[in-house]
Nanobody
Framework: QVQLAESGGGLVQPGGSLRLSCAAS????????MSWHRQAPGKQREVVAS??????KTYADSVKGRFTISRDYENTVDLQMNRLKPEDSAVYYC????????????WGQGTQVTVSS
């Protein structure tokens, strides 16, 4: 069993920066991807950035160039968010899912990010 805990959310002004962190407890086996997703009120959840166990990183077009995802050997995944916009406001969730057919898909409780003056 894997548990995820997000931290780092808060209120920030447009143009500001925020760093989110997700710590995974338990062992994550095999090829996998750790990702940050977000969901704003009335909108569907969307993937923001992903860090594959093989080293590949991907970003949504809306955040590319502003956000940076990083992952370390302790299975902590961070999301550095720069030049934040009001449309970035959402609950951000950490996710871990396997790429080998084992069927695991873990989610954190989410952390609120609000970008407003």
């Amino acid at each position: 069993q894997v548990q995820l805990a997000e931290s780092g959310g808060g209120l920030v002004q447009p143009g500001g920066s925020l760093r989110l962190s997700c710590a995974a407890s338990g062992t994550i086996f095999g090829r996998n991807v750790m990702s940050w997703h977000r969901q704003a009120p009335g909108k569907q959840r969307e993937v923001v950035a992903s860090a594959f166990s093989g080293g590949v990183k991907t970003y949504a077009d809306s955040v590319k160039g502003r956000f940076t995802i990083s992952r370390d050997y302790e299975n902590t995944v961070d999301l550095q968010m720069n030049r934040l916009k009001p449309e970035d406001s959402a609950v951000y969730y950490c996710n871990v899912r396997d790429l080998t057919g084992k069927g695991y898909d873990y989610w954190g409780q989410g952390t609120q990010v609000t970008v407003s003056s």
